[in-house]
């Protein structure tokens, strides 16, 4: 199959200066493993079967090498419910960034906790298996737009506040599965700060490809990681978000979430939400197997690492660098993490971020957390028919043949609405599943 890809250069001012965009690619899709249709929905005890993701990307065969044990990501999204079986133990104390009635673990949608077990998950009760199930969640809620309109009292700065608030905490890794069309200094800034400081800062790229396909914040910001979401079969939806944001894809179509916040039940969904948990989840494997690597050297190697049939200093629309394939340094010890102090997002010097480890300041933000626009989780699910999608693969090259998956990418649309000399972020929600 063939895929056409845009060809105007990437949007991002300094995306490591001078590489080319691919334009099109011939790609074929395999996976390891075979992947069974979705129902219309999935209760605990059956929901790790639609882990597809885990056979495709050798999970099992990884977890032997690493499992995350020692490294801590932040969730920046709509609260993380510590008390589900897969979460039991595993979620730090967080903040939360709203400011409204509740805390950091009152999670109104289940979106957060989803992404949380994603990441972290412990498996129990027959919940999701995290890709990193050793590591531990630190909770930083954000208001999506109904949040804000049930709440009379929030904070209008959440977003950038958060990512301040995640960087002085623990964390080595930055997960935001939410975005918004609009750039703000104060976000900007943080993200900035978070490079600074040495953090590795995770963000999805969206799910509006087909429509308005405008750049999203703040994964299109330089220091963040833009994340589009592949599908078990190597396709690239026409929804796919490639406005030269993406830096790598991670599986993300037709993996569960919770239903909503009662946490009784989980449904089928799909999107750069689950993509970005995910691609989180594989930096922790890796900088818990490398401990003494920096932020750069973590994301270099996954750069390096990534599935393409591209040349290296080539980057795609709709997929960066290629698929996200921690498995060929766990079980291959493949890829160069190269320079320490040199990022590869920005291709400049980040020499005071230190060996990588977090800080041990407290969680709680600072006075000087600068305002900001809050964002809205870009978890929609993708609509597009694969069959019309452009596809891509690379192998993961395990033992015993080749597995190949191609990359789909999603996002979410914010409006802003002006009156009265105030501001208000008026985000579409995340779309059911």
Request: proline content about 5%; hydrophobic content about 35%.
């Amino acid at each position: 199959m063939t895929a056409e890809m845009s060809h105007a250069p990437t949007r991002r001012r300094s995306r490591g200066a001078r590489r080319r965009l691919v334009g099109a690619l011939a790609a074929t899709a395999a996976w390891s493993a075979c992947f069974a249709g979705l129902a219309p929905s999935a209760v605990a005890q059956d929901v790790q079967a639609k882990q597809w993701y885990l056979d495709a990307m050798q999970a099992e065969e990884m977890w032997k090498v690493s499992t995350g044990k020692g490294i801590t990501v932040a969730v920046i999204d709509t609260g993380v419910n510590p008390d589900t079986p897969s979460l039991r133990g595993q979620v730090l104390k967080g903040w939360d960034a709203t400011e409204a009635d509740g805390d950091e673990n009152d999670d109104y949608t289940g979106h957060g906790t989803t992404m949380a077990e994603l990441i972290a998950g412990t498996g129990s009760g027959g919940g999701l298996k995290g890709l990193a199930p050793d590591a531990k969640i630190i909770p930083y809620r954000i208001a999506d737009t109904d949040f804000q309109h049930s709440n009379k009292h929030f904070n209008p700065r959440d977003s950038a506040d958060a990512i301040k608030a995640a960087v002085d905490s623990d964390a080595r890794i930055i997960s935001m599965s939410f975005g918004s069309e609009f750039s703000m200094y104060s976000e900007e800034d943080a993200a900035q700060y978070a490079l600074s400081k040495g953090k590795l800062f995770f963000a999805s790229v969206g799910n509006d490809g087909a429509t308005t396909n405008k750049p999203e914040y703040p994964a299109s910001y330089e220091e963040v990681v833009g994340i589009s979401s592949a599908d078990e079969k190597g396709t690239v939806a026409k929804t796919s978000q490639h406005s030269g944001s993406v830096d790598l894809a991670s599986p993300g179509t037709g993996v569960p979430v919770w239903c909503d916040d009662t946490f009784q039940s989980y449904c089928d969904s799909g999107g750069t939400s689950q993509a970005t948990a995910i691609a989180s989840a594989s930096a922790a494997l890796v900088w818990s197997a490398h401990p003494d690597w920096t932020a750069n050297q973590v994301l270099r190697v996954l750069f390096d690492t990534a599935g393409r049939d591209w040349a290296d200093d080539e980057t795609s629309a709709y997929l960066g660098h290629g698929l996200i394939r921690p498995s060929m340094n766990l079980l291959k010890h493949k890829g160069d993490p190269g320079d320490p102090d040199v990022s590869p997002l920005t291709g400049k010097s980040t020499s005071a971020s230190g060996a990588g480890s977090g800080s041990t300041a407290s969680a709680a933000p600072s006075g000087s957390a600068s305002p900001s626009a809050s964002a809205s989780a870009s978890s929609q699910p993708s609509h597009g028919k694969s069959g019309d999608a452009p596809v891509v693969a690379g192998s993961s090259e395990p033992e015993g043949g080749g597995s190949n998956l191609g990359l789909i990418a999603g996002a979410v649309v914010v409006v802003v609405v002006l009156g009265g000399g105030a501001f208000y972020f008026l985000r579409r929600r995340r779309g059911a599943v």
